[in-house]
Antibody
Framework: EVQLVESGGGLVQPGGSLRLSCAASGFIFSSHWMNWVRQAPGKGLEWVAT????????HYVDSVKGRFTISRDDAEKSLYLQMNSLRVEDTAVYYCARGPNFGGRVDFFDYWGQGTLVTVSS | EIVMTQSPLSLPVTPGEPASISCRSSQSLLDTNGVNYLDWYLQRPGQSPQFLISYVSNRASGVPDRFSGSGSGTDFTLKISRVEAEDVGVYYC?????????FGQGTKLEI
């Protein structure tokens, strides 16, 4: 069974940092694109970042470029999101989502974790 | 950035009746390879989103065949042939044609 379990969320002050983790199991982690998607309270879904199977490609939404870094550790079957210079508008539930294990692009997100809440507030 | 627009934003339905959600993109989602990169997701109340459909009309594993997708280019539709109580939630379309991947605002289906 595919499982994605996020952790690392919490309350942080504006300008602070946080590192999210996503522990994967039930599939060959190293074979898949992996992604972070967020959802602000009461709002819709927003794609945040994507990383290719070998880590050679990373893509970010403009609003987090230069502040967030996506990474992966295939040996640990884990996905990470390092978030620096956090802003109030980064407050959201952050979901880890699995992408395909084929092709040179992310065509869909077929499994999602339960999410971890990040609150940026003074 | 490709903007995705869904309608309606709220959809009251009666169990057993059909339902239809429209999704429009600001640019064509048809790639040079002939594939439209349009997905559908359902977020049930209090749950994480779940994958329903990729490439406009390919149902994900375990998705009932009462769900169907259609369209091409910039106009897409998700149809539920006979709504059941478990279909309640917010439906999102998403374009995977190019980054940034973008979602529609969501359509809340309620019984």
């Amino acid at each position: 069974e595919v499982q994605l379990v996020e952790s690392g969320g919490g309350l942080v002050q504006p300008g602070g940092s946080l590192r999210l983790s996503c522990a994967a199991s039930g599939f060959i982690f190293s074979s898949h694109w992996m992604n972070w998607v967020r959802q602000a309270p009461g709002k819709g879904l927003e794609w945040v970042a994507t990383i290719k199977q070998d880590g050679s490609e990373k893509h970010y939404v403009d609003s987090v470029k230069g502040r967030f870094t996506i990474s992966r550790d295939d040996a640990e079957k884990s996905l990470y999101l390092q978030m620096n210079s956090l802003r109030v508008e980064d407050t959201a539930v952050y979901y880890c989502a699995r992408g395909p294990n084929f092709g040179g692009r992310v065509d869909f997100f077929d499994y999602w974790g339960q999410g971890t809440l990040v609150t940026v507030s003074s | 950035e490709i903007v995705m627009t869904q309608s309606p934003l709220s959809l009251p339905v009666t169990p057993g009746e059909p339902a239809s959600i429209s999704c429009r993109s600001s640019q064509s989602l048809l790639d040079t390879n002939g594939v439209n990169y349009l997905d559908w997701y359902l977020q049930r109340p209090g749950q994480s989103p779940q994958f329903l459909i990729s490439y406009v009309s390919n149902r994900a594993s375990g998705v009932p065949d009462r769900f169907s997708g259609s369209g091409s280019g910039t106009d897409f539709t998700l149809k539920i042939s006979r709504v059941e109580a478990e279909d309640v939630g917010v439906y999102y379309c998403m374009q995977a044609r190019q980054t940034p991947y973008t979602f529609g605002q969501g359509t809340k289906l309620e019984i």
